[in-house]
């Protein structure tokens, strides 16, 4: 299952450096995870300063 970025993303981009895939990019308001990209292993939410990253 993919990860996904809840609104309690501050925009910061430390999830965004440590994706292997280049899943996860800058939204409007805070970044997102191209579930089709992501492979699910959880290197971003490791790296998340306000675990605003989950699996769905």
Known sequence: MAYVISDECISCGA???QCPVSAISEGDTQYNIDAE????CGACADQCPVSAISED
């Open 15 to 17: 999830c965004a450096d």
């Open 37 to 40: 990209t992501c492979i699910s």
